[in-house]
């Protein structure tokens, strides 16, 4: 018996909802269909207004625009980074680059916080990075606090030095 009822229930409900959406349908249609002052009652044609007289909907207009930081003529980017890794006596130095934008040679030399010197690298064109080197020394495993790498630029018609940065890190030997 209780089946039933929920049975006739879930019918019931059924049917409603069908009620509903046919309703919501044929009231879409009859306001769906084109009005002018011919096919109206008399308040409704005195507010009518054609529709070539409305003004033009407001609709935002958006611009992207890309701003690129300005290269200065006569600046250097020198990348900064945190911490490298050497794992036996390979330093693995993606992070040591010449940035493209660059109009300078780099060459950069890593030195610990006592400073010896561990690595120095070539002439680095713009573009160009490190990556993975062996090192001369071999080193203590440990963590290496107050590392420099040291950046020199060099101009790229005559090779005359140009400025530096020191880069301070954090150097993690491993075995």
Not at 14 to 21: D, E, F, G, M, Y
Not at 69 to 84: N, Y
Not at 111 to 123: C, K, Q, V
Not at 139 to 145: M, V
């Amino acid at each position: 018996m209780k089946t039933r009822r929920n049975n006739l229930n879930i019918i019931i409900i059924v049917i409603c909802a069908a009620v509903v959406v046919t309703a919501a349908m044929l009231a879409g249609y009859a306001f769906g269909v084109s009005r002018s002052p011919d096919n109206m009652d008399s308040v409704a044609a005195a507010a009518y207004v054609e529709p070539e007289l409305l003004p033009e909907p407001m609709v935002p207009e958006y611009t992207i625009e890309i701003i690129e930081p300005p290269v200065t003529s006569g600046t250097i980017a020198v990348p900064g980074f945190e911490r490298l890794t050497v794992r036996g006596q390979t330093l693995f130095a993606d992070n040591i680059s010449n940035p493209a934008r660059n109009d300078c040679y780099f060459i950069v030399v890593i030195s610990l916080a006592d400073g010896t010197e561990i690595f120095r690298s070539g002439i680095l064109a713009p573009g160009q990075s490190v990556g993975t080197v062996e090192l001369a020394h071999t080193l203590t495993p440990g963590i290496y606090e107050g590392v420099i790498a040291r950046y020199s630029a060099y101009d790229r018609e005559n090779l005359q030095p140009l400025n530096g940065a020191d880069i301070n890190f954090t150097l993690e030997v491993s075995p």
